[in-house]
């Protein structure tokens, strides 16, 4: 156990809905990470958080974004859902950017 | 920019062999992370190790050893003896430091099978 929480487990949606996935961070650690794992995809990254700010963007779409509340949890929003957006996402924190990341048990989004 | 490739898509190796995963990576930071990670059957992203470039000496952890090479751009990983629960995807990354810590890049993965 990684010590990491998301919520939830599993996701089914249509397409053009919105959801919303929820990750705790481990204790005491500041930076959340966000990334999406697909087949075709691999694992990429899509925005990081450092203590409520924005510190580094990847290949997040406009349908998307986060954010970290002061108790340090974070929210991914995916909206406007397409096929193509069916995937396992992750989230990680660490203590600092160049420590370790210790990643949740993911959640299954599948967008019928 | 910062690349991690994984040449080996699938390895499958009988029990109580040993098996090397190849990683090599591309920066052009002098200052930078390396990890492997594991990903088993059940989906979780189990961190293995995290090496800084500044240090190149090999690593045992058990069955596990690390062997990384700036001459070669190459971090790799060797299990001894593997096991049935040594199955899984195997994941290298690499995060640089020069620009204000750039997240991990991914390799695309290393299947290993472990046939008992």
């Known amino acids: 156990d990684s010590g990491v929480t998301q919520t939830p487990k599993h996701l089914i949606t249509a397409t053009g809905q919105r959801v919303t996935l929820r990750c705790s961070p481990r204790?005491?650690?500041?930076?959340v990470y966000w990334y999406q794992q697909s087949l075709d995809q691999g694992l990429q990254f899509l925005i990081q958080?450092?203590?409520?700010?924005?510190?580094a963007k990847g290949n997040i779409l406009e349908r998307f974004s986060a954010q970290q509340f002061p108790d340090l949890h974070s929210e991914l929003n995916l909206s406007s859902l397409e096929l193509g957006d069916s995937a396992l996402y992750f989230c990680a924190s660490s203590v600092g950017s160049e420590r370790e990341q210790y990643f949740g048990p993911g959640t299954r989004l599948t967008v019928t | 920019a910062q690349k991690v490739t994984q040449a080996q898509t699938e390895i499958s190796v009988v029990e109580k062999e040993d098996v090397t995963l190849d990683c090599v990576y591309e920066?052009?930071?002098?200052?930078?992370?390396l990890f492997w990670y594991k990903q088993p059957p059940s989906g979780e992203l189990v961190f293995l190790i995290r090496?800084?470039?500044?240090?190149?000496q090999n690593e045992i952890s058990g069955r596990y050893s690390w062997n990384f090479q700036k001459s070669t751009s190459s971090f790799n990983f060797t299990i001894t003896a593997s096991q049935v629960v040594d199955s899984a995807v195997y994941f290298c990354a690499l995060s640089e430091l020069g620009a204000g810590n750039t997240p991990l890049v991914f390799g695309k993965g290393t299947r290993l099978s472990v046939i008992a």
């Open positions: 204790s005491g650690d500041l930076s």
């Open positions: 090496r800084n470039s500044f240090d190149e």
């Open positions: 920066t052009r930071d002098t200052t930078y992370y």
């Open positions: 958080y450092y203590n409520g700010e924005e510190r």
